[in-house]
């Protein structure tokens, strides 16, 4: 889809479709009411019969208003006025594009964008409303036989702001929600894609796919055998019983103006799928164990936001890609493997391979002196019980770190709750025979993941996101969100240096 930013009046606009906003206790937003005085009165004519209340997201379509250019007007609900905040102007911009995607419009005008959301200025609308109609006109088809088939499609929104002067700050906001569109779409058709298709090999090669269509991502692909050399015995365990070989993918974008500034270093978890391998889990719902590579896709798509947008940055990405099967090469309950920090671990369970496979990634990122290493893992299951699908966990060993994570997924709708990681969690680790083990009781385990972790980040500052239960839906709408791609380029492009 395409998007321009506008500004002027409504009723003048030469488009398939107009979008307004009414609110609750029918009371016209301001471009609502410039239409109504074009047409002498009847958009409120329409709202004293009670065909639009203004309730959150609800929609009427107006076919040739007097006194206005456009074929359509599109009424949409946003709610209470003095309630409208972030959720609010989301979900207003997502009903009226779900209804543009259905109706005849290819192309309309958003006037929504106009509204007043607390705490958010011009630019948050219109990055919100970019990235909120991409989400909306979404759709995973690849591995359909025919296609379905959308009518006339939307393809092209203009967003309008209140004033000329915003125009700039509009379009700067519109090409960075794009991005992060782009980025989450990417790590949506990865979660999405089967793992008989999206094996540790595929990873790599969309990797290096990606380094070629943004030439300032240079890509390393490691295969076993240099794996083996590095000593990742933790990583290496993993994919034991596997007949798909592992790859440890490497990304590198260095725009920072001075190249030699420290970078931060994202690592995901790339599992392809999850059966447990030995410690085989349950049948039911086995199938979401293809999304638990989502953190390797969001490594992947906020590679492809900055890149996008020209991040002057420095960001490294490292994902260690294998699957986790059952065979007589399995590795066993009990078994005792060396990591590449050299500590060893007695793995007692081999269905918490995502920490193994981290551990590894964890160490290998010492080499770039980083800033910050944030890993973002579908971690544990505890995760979606604790915090269910609206927050990721977030556990840091730093609290500036966890605050900025925190503040960007606050800023991005995208948001993390931050998690208690104190010392007294770390006994659940003990072992007799390794250094410690890979599982603890499973009272807190989302926690003793974390802190398995943690014994492999004690040279930086390290903040881990458990993704487990916002990485992908459940139910009617089964398929991966993209999340937390936004949360990651928001706190990214935080750090950009302010141009001089
Ligand atoms: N990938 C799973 C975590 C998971 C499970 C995410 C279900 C989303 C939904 C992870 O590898 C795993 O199996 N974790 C175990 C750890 C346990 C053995 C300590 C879990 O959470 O049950
Ligand atoms: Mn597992
Ligand atoms: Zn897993």
Known sequence: MEFTIKSGSPEKQRSACVVVGVFDNRKLSLSAELIDRASNGYVSEIIRRGDMEGKLGATLLLHNVRGTLADRVLLVGLGKERDFRDREFRSAIRSA???LNETGSYEAVVYLTEEKVKRREVAWRVEHAVIVAMEAVYRFEQMKSQPTEVRRPLRKLTLSVPQRSD??????????????????DLARDLGNMPGNICTPTFLAERAQALSTEFPDIVVKVLERKECEELGMGSFLSVTNGSNQPPRFIVLEYMQHERKQTRPSVLVGKGITFDTGGISLKAGLDMDQMKFD??????VLGTFRAIAEIKAPINVVGLIPACENMPSGTATKPGDVVTSMSGQTIEVLNTDAEGRLILADALTYAERYEPVAVVDIATLTGAMVIALGHVASGLFSNNETLARALLTAGDDACDRAWQMPMWEDYQDGLASNFADFANIAGRAGSSITAACFLSRFTKKYDWAHLDIAGTAWKDGKDKGATGRPVPLLATWLLEQETPAP
């Open 97 to 99: 594009v779900k209804l």
């Open 293 to 298: 590579m989502c953190g390797a896709a969001a």
């Open 167 to 184: 125009l700039t700050a509009g379009e700067r906001a519109a090409v960075r929600g794009l991005s992060i569109a782009h980025g989450m």
